[in-house]
């Protein structure tokens, strides 16, 4: 079965850190770059970060550049969001989605997504 699979979300206080995990399966991971969408209650879904295929190219939205970082690990089938510094603007349901077409391009999987709270 082609899944993902988040996990790693949580309550936190504003300025702790969290680190979301994606594991994938079914599929080749190291064929597919994997994003990051969030989308907050009452709001449209965002993009937040993406990484490529290889791991070479990384892309983060402003809102969050300096504060994430993501990762992957193409042996463990997983990826990875550091999120640092957080505030109550990052509360949100997180999802990790793989494209093959390369970052923001196409999404083929998605996956169920994971709840972050950030408390003030």
């Known amino acids: 079965e082609v899944q993902l699979v988040e996990s790693g979300g949580g309550l936190v206080q504003a300025g702790g850190s969290l680190r979301l995990s994606c594991a994938a399966s079914?599929?080749?991971?190291?064929?597919?770059?994997i994003s990051w969408f969030r989308q907050a209650p009452g709001k449209g879904r965002e993009g937040v970060s993406c990484i490529s295929n290889s791991g070479g190219q990384l892309y983060y939205a402003d809102s969050v550049k300096d504060r994430f970082t993501i990762s992957r690990d193409n042996n463990k089938n997983t990826a990875y969001l550091q999120m640092n510094s957080l505030s109550p603007e990052d509360t949100a349901v997180y999802y990790c989605?793989?494209?093959?077409?390369?970052?923001?391009?196409?999404?083929?999987?998605w996956g169920q997504g994971t709840l972050v709270t950030v408390s003030s």
């Open positions: 989605a793989a494209g093959q077409s390369g970052c923001y391009r196409s999404v083929e999987v």
């Open positions: 079914g599929f080749t991971f190291d064929d597919y770059a």
